[in-house]
């Protein structure tokens, strides 16, 4: 399994925007799936948005559609996500990962997690 390092979080006003990048360590993507997924204090890790090797098929969380975007650049072994219009609930620790086998909704079918970065959404 290759190692993620995500990066660009940081702290940001209600309304605002970032840009999370993921970069793959020691490998390439290969041919996976790859997740981002957030974690705030004492709740579950949370699915957010998921994107196919070929990038014509992506999945988002209902509470980020329309706002968060997911997008690959495989021969960048790279995996961002452009989130806009921040809220304060989208205040996590944001993590992607390598699709493994299952839905592409759940952290149990990811594997390969980063480091996490922090995206702080102040009022």
């Known amino acids: 399994q290759v190692q993620l390092v995500e990066s660009g979080g940081g702290l940001v006003q209600t309304g605002g925007s970032l840009r999370l990048s993921c970069a793959a360590s020691?490998?390439?993507?290969?041919?996976?799936?790859m997740g981002w997924f957030r974690q705030a204090p004492g709740k579950e890790r949370e699915f957010v948005a998921a994107?196919?090797?070929?990038?014509?098929?992506?999945f988002y969380a209902d509470s980020v559609r329309g706002r968060f975007t997911i997008s690959r650049d495989n021969a960048k072994n790279t995996v961002y996500l452009q989130m806009n219009t921040l809220k304060p609930e989208d205040t996590a620790v944001y993590y992607c990962?390598?699709?493994?086998?299952?839905?592409?909704?759940?952290?149990?079918?990811?594997?390969?997690w980063g480091q996490g970065t922090q995206v702080t959404v102040s009022s």
């Open positions: 990962a390598v699709h493994v086998a299952g839905s592409y909704l759940t952290a149990r079918s990811f594997g390969s």
């Open positions: 020691g490998g390439t993507f290969s041919r996976n799936a």
């Open positions: 994107i196919v090797w070929s990038s014509l098929s992506t």
